[in-house]
């Protein structure tokens, strides 16, 4: 199995733990080094730079990452890496708070950052779906695919306010906030969450876009 962005592992390390083999291959050299000390293998480049070097591959997945990558040259690369009837699968985690804490969160959201165009009490799925398109019609243009699918999963998952302040940072962009700007955001959320009891329970959606390579004749 070849992950695709895998940068610290974590997908990887799922799929090794239930029995694959997995390489990696992600642009940024650090991550790449804390997934090694995991025992994975990976091997640092775009992934539309990179080559499969006349090695066949079952699947190619990535979680929380193909947005990154160009969508038709992404799947016609992933074509040159699997096996004929080997699949590809992309896939995302989205959460959807419950309404009183997404509208909480919005508030602060709005007080903090009101250039940022986000909207916690709009169903978050709905905003995904473009992403799930561009796969599907970039899966479909690299014509080495049969149809694509869409599988999908709901879940939920269980924070206090220290577990869901802990991870916010490693949402897209907010590590880059000035340090000033990430305080104020992480004290609104804190006090927000307070607000409702110190914990909530997020539910959450994966979506798959999966396709089976073709034999190529």
């Known amino acids: 199995m070849l992950?695709?962005?895998?940068?610290?592992?974590?997908?990887?390390?799922?799929?090794?733990?239930?029995?694959?083999?997995?390489?990696?291959?992600?642009?940024?050299?650090?991550?790449?080094?804390?997934?090694?000390?995991?025992?994975?293998?990976?091997?640092?480049?775009?992934?539309?730079?990179?080559?499969?070097?006349?090695?066949?591959?079952?699947?190619?997945?990535?979680?929380?990452?193909?947005?990154?990558?160009?969508p038709i040259a992404g799947a016609a690369k992933a074509a040159t890496a699997l096996?004929?009837?080997?699949?590809?699968?992309?896939?995302?985690?989205?959460?959807?708070?419950?309404?009183?804490?997404?509208?909480?969160?919005?508030?602060v959201y709005h007080r903090v950052l009101p250039d940022l165009l986000f909207?916690?009490?709009?169903?978050?799925?709905?905003?995904?779906?473009?992403?799930?398109?561009?796969?599907?019609?970039?899966?479909?243009?690299?014509?080495?695919?049969?149809d694509s699918q869409q599988w999908r999963f709901d879940w939920e998952r269980s924070y206090t306010r220290d577990e869901w302040l802990d991870q916010v940072s490693t949402h897209g962009g907010h590590s880059q906030l000035p340090p000033a700007k990430q305080e104020a955001l992480l004290a609104g959320i804190a006090a927000a969450i307070d607000t409702v009891g110190g914990s909530f329970t997020m539910r959450y959606t994966t979506v798959v876009v999966t396709a089976v390579r073709t034999d190529g004749t």
């Open 3 to 70: 992950d695709v962005g895998c940068g610290t592992g974590i997908v990887a390390r799922q799929f090794q733990a239930a029995g694959a083999r997995v390489r990696g291959v992600d642009v940024d050299a650090r991550m790449a080094e804390l997934a090694r000390q995991s025992g994975l293998e990976i091997e640092i480049a775009k992934f539309e730079d990179w080559g499969p070097a006349g090695r066949a591959f079952d699947a190619v997945v990535s979680g929380q990452t193909w947005h990154w990558i160009d």
């Open 83 to 107: 096996r004929p009837g080997g699949r590809l699968a992309v896939f995302w985690n989205v959460f959807q708070p419950p309404p009183e804490v997404a509208e909480a969160f919005s508030v």
């Open 119 to 146: 909207n916690w009490a709009k169903p978050v799925l709905d905003a995904y779906s473009v992403l799930f398109g561009k796969a599907a019609d970039g899966i479909r243009e690299a014509g080495a695919f049969g």
